[in-house]
């Protein structure tokens, strides 16, 4: 089979024009594959599978992971219809949002991915995944998520309507634990776009790594066991 041949037929069954990236060769190779007679051997087939799968394995290293934003600080305002609490302001209701902050949330907005929530000190204290939505509505949901099973805080219920203000010597009020949504003690986030065939893996990897620190409920497992 002729070169051109070869290239055409590639072209059929990959769907893409951008061959010489995806062999990874040269444009002067290309361009002298596609004018060319002759027909290819054994030898040079197998040369241009191993090029092509070197340049697919380089070209997944750097497209596997991708930083989207790291140890963000968290700046809490209500969504637009005010059903839920965001962690970075993209409305008008604390004034108009930075182009920092609209290019942060259209990024978490078209990338799917997994994504980390830190307390005041830096310290992980949950991982999650967005696989079967983008990154931005799957933060937003896990961060007005109830941690009743998994966090408790200590904490006085004091008035929010407009009393009189009684010292606690007059007026004790009992210290009771409370359930808390994530958004009561997260302080900071990252998140990750990561191909979609590794993001369970990762979220995985996440989660059973740091499994003394972090308090996701359920521990998840990998790809190679999670049918045992």
Same mark, same amino acid.
């Given at each position: 089979?002729?070169?051109r041949d070869?290239?055409?037929?590639? #072209?059929?069954?990959?769907?893409?024009?951008?061959? %010489? #990236?995806? !062999?990874?060769?040269?444009? %002067?190779?290309?361009?002298?594959?596609?004018?060319?007679?002759?027909?290819?051997?054994?030898?040079?087939v197998a040369?241009?599978?191993?090029?092509?799968?070197?340049? =697919?394995?380089?070209?997944?290293?750097? @497209?596997?992971?991708? *930083?989207?934003?790291?140890?963000?600080p968290i700046?809490?305002? #209500?969504?637009?219809?005010?059903?839920?609490?965001?962690? !970075?302001?993209?409305? @008008?209701?604390?004034?108009? *949002?930075?182009?920092?902050?609209?290019?942060? &949330?259209?990024?978490?907005? @078209?990338?799917?991915?997994?994504?980390?929530?830190?307390?005041?000190?830096?310290?992980?204290?949950?991982?999650?995944?967005?696989?079967?939505?983008?990154?931005? *509505?799957?933060?937003?949901?896990?961060?007005?998520?109830?941690? =009743?099973?998994?966090?408790? !805080?200590?904490?006085?219920?004091?008035?929010?309507?407009?009393?009189?203000?009684?010292?606690?010597?007059?007026?004790?009020? %009992?210290?009771?634990?409370? &359930?808390?949504? !994530?958004? +009561?003690?997260?302080?900071?986030?990252?998140?990750? #776009?990561? +191909?979609? &065939?590794?993001?369970? +893996?990762?979220?995985?990897?996440?989660?059973?790594?740091?499994?003394? +620190?972090?308090?996701?409920?359920?521990?998840?497992?990998?790809?190679?066991?999670?049918?045992?």
């Amino acid at each position: 089979m002729k070169r051109r041949d070869v290239l055409a037929a590639l #072209e059929r069954a990959t769907g893409r024009s951008d061959l %010489q #990236e995806y !062999l990874g060769v040269t444009r %002067q190779t290309m361009s002298n594959w596609k004018k060319s007679d002759r027909d290819l051997n054994a030898v040079e087939v197998a040369k241009i599978i191993k090029t092509a799968v070197a340049a =697919k394995h380089i070209s997944v290293c750097y @497209t596997a992971i991708k *930083p989207i934003v790291e140890f963000y600080p968290i700046d809490m305002a #209500e969504s637009r219809c005010g059903a839920k609490i965001e962690p !970075l302001s993209t409305n @008008t209701n604390k004034g108009v *949002p930075t182009l920092y902050q609209e290019g942060l &949330h259209d990024a978490l907005s @078209t990338r799917k991915g997994v994504y980390i929530f830190y307390d005041s000190r830096g310290r992980a204290i949950y991982a999650g995944k967005a696989r079967d939505q983008f990154l931005w *509505p799957e933060i937003v949901s896990v961060f007005n998520r109830d941690r =009743k099973d998994t966090q408790e !805080l200590y904490y006085v219920n004091h008035p929010s309507t407009n009393v009189d203000f009684t010292v606690a010597a007059e007026y004790n009020r %009992q210290i009771v634990k409370h &359930h808390v949504k !994530l958004c +009561d003690v997260a302080a900071f986030f990252s998140a990750y #776009e990561v +191909d979609g &065939h590794l993001i369970d +893996d990762v979220e995985s990897l996440l989660i059973r790594g740091f499994a003394n +620190d972090l308090l996701n409920k359920s521990m998840e497992r990998f790809a190679s066991v999670r049918d045992l």
